[in-house]
């Protein structure tokens, strides 16, 4: 109809109304909550539905393919009173298979879905719909940088889509397998996707436009804060942003490179690079933008912007766990290579064009054909973008044949797969195992199916983490690996690696060895040693020493008890006294003093040598050095000329930091003729008395000597006379 609209637009504006109709649905919930897996409950209403005679097609709801098969295998064992098609329904089955849904059957369907079922075309005959109340949902984990499939509740209005499939030709009934109760303290809505996705591309626009701190942006949804200093922290790798430390200074291209406006004379003051400028020219996901820029650079452009169209699409080839023996053998044509699992994807596509994406030749080789015509249009759009940007050469107008790449052609390929996922750069631990390092402290496990077996270094487009048993750790995987070569990262991104020096100990043959290690960020990519010829850094090894030691790696005599008073002393003066300014000696300290001592030397033996005392002594001036031996001496004189040992505790103070007191043990009897009690930094710390029999026996301790003498020893003194009756007690 056509009209004024009823929100006051233009007379001759058109108002289009669609009207459809939804038969009555009744929704059943459970009783009370059943811990039973999933996919009994669901049984169970199937099971339930039948016996009832309510006649009508089932449509079940799961999360996803391993409880859709649990489910099929637990209505197999029930013994129904008819008979009935079990059918899957997924986005992963092919076009043929997910057909069958769809398609009438003399027997009642019992179709299992995922969420593909929820919004999409109407299953005729579809009467009761039994819902886990449970999806598998996307969200990209920001603290690792990868999206994650998580199986949570789904939302009120979720489960409201659902229960309408069952009342689309007739009334029906929805069965929900959790309680009502339950149902009421759902979410009403999903979060928005904003806030559970990648944002890299968003937040290079926002950059663009001058927005330099994404996080303080005036969003519609906020997004978490976490997931767009993620995505910043993407781009940043990428080359698009100015490092953190650049970012206050103005970058601005000119208009013919920029055509959503003109930063030079609209005064934008952006923190990208010229690199980042043309990824926002190209309106694709940031990685792939630099894949074609890198590929641009190389000349490889087409064969480039196919790995970027399989990559962003569903997985073309079909796991090889879920293969038979036949189509598993047929697959290994495809995998003559070990350099990069994208070769293994660009032959299987170019066989599926070949065959002109024929269903049942693609499924012979385990290739899904719907899967490789949507990479198909995804390439076609790719490169229509590129011709517009001038990314493709004349010289370059035909796409080569994976399995006729030279050398140099594969090379070129290789580092451009690298530059687009450089962030997700791995380093197998040693040849023999698929645990992996990753930057910022991240591990993976290389999947078992990739061709990459050789390569220590590579990059894995694809990182998921999966469950493994019930309640056991995740375990993250890392899939489509290609090879990376360190000189590729450091030519790529020379500003992102470092080159120094480092020392390590060599614990077998116990000296020092001098290691050139490069690092993209946190994450060593190649390392070699120095030559004898080199000069070595005798700080450096002298550090490296000093660690070992500490690490326990060798012993020496010359730190002994003394030194180790010394020590103790040096850190009480530091807590009684410290306006005179001592330094406190702990690891680190000792470590530095450790490391004076140890300076030049490159063997263990000539450190268990070396003397330690003058290194550590160098830790105080001259003056502090006198002080010490006044303020905190290892010994005081007794009134009958005998010496009494001062002893240090290592440690200066306990958890609550009260401090430990020096001890003395002396004989009970040489203490008479003493009038105060023995104190220590100026009068402000008693030393503790520990006071013996003259057979030494520990009799008392004190750190009040007049009132012990006053108070305690007339009590111990009869005793004492009779036991030690040679002893004059006073």
């Keep these: 109809s056509a009209g004024a609209s009823s929100w006051g637009g ?73 008979r009935s098609a079990l059918i899957p329904l997924h986005g992963e089955l092919p076009a043929e298979e997910q057909d069958k849904a769809f398609q009438s059957s003399p027997e009642r369907k019992i179709v299992v879905a995922t969420n593909v079922a929820e919004t999409s075309v109407t299953i005729d005959g579809i009467r009761h719909v039994i819902d886990s109340g449970l999806a598998r949902i996307a ?34 009934v929805c069965h929900r397998l959790w309680t009502e109760s339950h149902h009421l303290n759902r979410a009403e809505q999903h979060a928005p996707e904003i806030q559970r996705s990648d944002l890299a591309e968003v937040v290079l626009l926002l950059h ?24 910043e922290m993407l781009l940043r790798v990428l080359g698009a942003l100015r490092p953190e430390a650049e970012s206050g200074s103005s970058d601005v291209p000119d208009a013919s490179i920029f055509d959503i406006a003109d930063p030079s004379s609209g005064g934008l003051a952006t923190d990208l690079t010229e690199t980042g ?148 750069l791995c380093l197998r631990r040693s040849q023999g195992t698929l645990e992996c390092d990753l930057t910022e402290g991240r591990t993976g ?96 090894q002298g550090r490296c020493l000093a660690d070992a030691y500490l690490r326990g790696d060798f012993q020496t005599k010359a730190f002994d008890h003394q030194l180790k008073q010394w020590i103790a002393r040096v850190n009480l003066a530091a807590v009684v006294l410290p306006e005179l300014e001592y330094p406190r000696l702990d690891d680190s300290g000792i470590r530095d003093c450790l490391a004076r001592a140890f300076h030049g030397l490159s063997h263990s033996k000539q450190a268990q040598s070396a003397s330690l005392a003058p290194a550590f002594h160098a830790a105080l001036t001259p003056e502090q050095q006198e002080w010490l031996d006044e303020l905190l001496p290892t010994q005081f004189q007794c009134p009958n000329g005998r010496t009494a040992k001062i002893v240090y505790p290592e440690k200066t103070t306990d958890k609550r930091g009260e401090i430990h007191l020096p001890e003395a043990q002396i004989k009970l009897h040489d ?20 006071l013996t029999a003259p057979d030494g026996k520990r009799l008392d301790v004190t750190t009040d000597w007049p009132a012990f003498k006053a108070n305690e020893y007339p009590k111990l003194k009869p005793a004492l006379k009779r036991k030690y009756s040679g002893v004059a007690w006073i």
């Excluded at 927005?211 to 767009?228: E, G, H, M, Q």
């Design 139 to 172: 969200r990209f984990d920001a603290e690792r940088g990868i999206t994650t499939l998580f199986v949570e509740e789904i939302s009120r209005a979720s489960a409201e889509q659902r229960k309408g499939r069952a009342g689309r030709t007739a009334p029906g």
């Design 445 to 540: 496990t290389l999947v078992r199916e990739s061709i990459v077996r050789k390569s220590l270094l590579f990059v894995a487009a694809s990182i998921r983490e999966v469950s493994v048993g019930k309640g056991g750790k995740p375990l993250t995987l890392l899939g489509l690996a290609s090879r990376v070569e360190p000189d590729w990262v450091s030519e790529t991104f020379p500003e992102q690696v470092t080159t120094q020096a480092e020392y390590r100990f060599d614990r077998p043959h116990k000296r020092v060895e001098a290691v050139h290690r490069t690092r993209f960020h946190d994450l060593v990519i190649s390392q070699a040693n120095l030559s004898h010829r080199e000069a070595l850094d005798p700080e450096a």
């Design 208 to 231: 663009s436009l001058g927005i330099r701190n994404a996080t303080k942006f005036d969003w519609l949804d906020t997004p978490d804060s976490a997931a767009v200093r993620r995505a």
């Design 10 to 82: 233009p007379p001759s504006c058109p108002v289009l109304e669609l009207e459809s109709r939804l038969f009555p649905v009744e929704v059943r919930y459970q009783e009370r909550r059943d811990r039973r897996p999933i996919g009994e409950q669901a049984a169970d209403a199937v099971e339930r539905i039948i016996r009832s005679e309510d006649p009508g097609d089932i449509l079940i709801f799961m999360p996803g393919m391993g409880e859709i098969r649990a489910t099929i295998e637990a209505i197999r064992t029930r013994r129904l009173s008819e």
């Design 671 to 690: 203490c008479f003729g003493m009038e105060s009690h023995p104190l220590l930094c100026e009068g402000r710390l008693p030393v503790k008395l520990v």
């Design 277 to 424: 400028w043309k990824m926002l020219r190209l309106p694709l996901h940031p990685r792939y933008s630099r894949m074609l820029i890198e590929a641009a650079r190389h000349r490889c452009v087409l064969i480039s912007a196919l790995c970027a169209a399989l990559v962003s699409e569903k997985d073309l080839l079909t796991p090889r766990n879920r293969l038979d023996e036949a189509v598993a053998q047929a697959r290994e044509r495809f995998e003559p290579e070990e350099e990069s699992d994208f070769l293994t994807l660009l032959q299987a596509y170019q066989f599926a064009e070949e065959n002109r994406f024929d269903t049942a030749t693609c499924r012979q080789y385990g290739i899904h054909a719907q899967a490789a015509r949507q990479v198909r249009q995804t390439y076609d759009q790719i490169i229509q973008i590129a011709r517009r940007q001038g990314f493709i050469s004349d010289t370059e107008e035909e796409r080569p044949r994976p399995d006729q790449l030279s050398p140099s052609q594969s090379e070129a390929l290789l580092r451009c797969v690298m530059s687009g996922f450089i962030d997700q």
